[in-house]
């Protein structure tokens, strides 16, 4: 089946310092890619997806670029700010499954020190 | 638009009472999800609705667990009787209909503690 796994947290860093959150997946068929945030006390927020294999989805100075031959999907940051602090959850949806529910790693906390 | 609207946010009950927890999709979405957060299992899918019919419900716990959804507008989680294992975030999540856009709009969750 599909699964997605994700670095241990938490993650911390100091402000305006580079930030990877290794994310790595097994599925079926050709799914996509996506990664989600949650701040404290609320619910998941998209920050970028990825559909096919090279594409690369960036949002609010995220990066994150679909590698096909490694199976990856990590999340970048060249400088990271006190307000970036939150969880991040990497996640596929793989319609070639015919389901159309994502699966979720379980999460990367980031804490981010002024 | 509002995005998905859950209710209540926070909900404290005894062990056996009956629990009911709800979701209003965004408007137009035709999937509805209900998810369950918790530190040990992390998020899981516990069903999925299109078009108001029930999809895949593998994830539902067991017979204790029940979902409606009676109209596009409207769903509905219920627990009972709830037990303290119960207690978790609950997530309401609504997808645009079929097509290349799957991205997934999540309510802000309802924390339920069962004591």
């Known amino acids: 089946g599909n699964s997605v796994t994700q670095m241990e947290g938490p993650v911390t860093l100091s402000e305006e310092a580079f930030l990877t959150i290794n994310c790595t997946y097994t599925?079926?068929?050709?799914?996509?890619l996506f990664w989600y945030v949650q701040y404290p006390g609320e619910g998941l927020q998209l920050l970028l997806k990825?559909?096919?294999?090279?594409d690369k989805g960036s949002n609010k100075g995220f990066e994150a670029t679909y590698r096909k031959e490694t199976t990856s999907f990590h999340l970048e940051k060249g400088s990271v700010q006190v307000s970036d602090s939150a969880v991040y959850f990497c996640?596929?949806?793989?319609?070639?499954?015919?389901?159309?529910?994502?699966?979720f790693g379980s999460g990367t906390r980031l804490q981010v020190q002024p | 638009d509002a995005g998905v609207i859950q209710s209540p946010r926070h909900e404290v009950t005894e062990m056996g009472q009956e629990v009911t927890l709800r979701c209003k999709p965004i408007?137009?979405?035709?999937?509805l999800f209900w998810y369950r957060q918790t530190m040990m299992r992390g998020l899981e899918l516990l069903i999925y609705?299109?078009?108001?019919?029930?999809?895949?419900d593998s994830g539902m716990p067991e017979d204790r667990f029940s979902a409606k959804m009676p109209n596009a507008s409207f769903s509905t989680l219920k627990i009972q009787p709830s037990e303290p294992r119960d207690s978790a975030v609950y997530f309401c999540?609504?997808?645009?209909?079929?097509?290349?856009?799957?991205?997934?709009?999540f309510g802000p969750g309802t924390r339920l503690l069962v004591l």
């Open positions: 408007s137009g979405h035709d999937y």
């Open positions: 990825a559909t096919k294999a090279d």
């Open positions: 996640a596929l949806s793989d319609l070639d499954t015919g389901r159309r529910a994502l699966t």
């Open positions: 609705f299109n078009n108001n019919v029930p999809i895949d």
């Open positions: 999540a609504s997808s645009p209909p079929s097509g290349v856009q799957e991205t997934q709009y």
């Open positions: 599925a079926t068929g050709y799914p996509s």
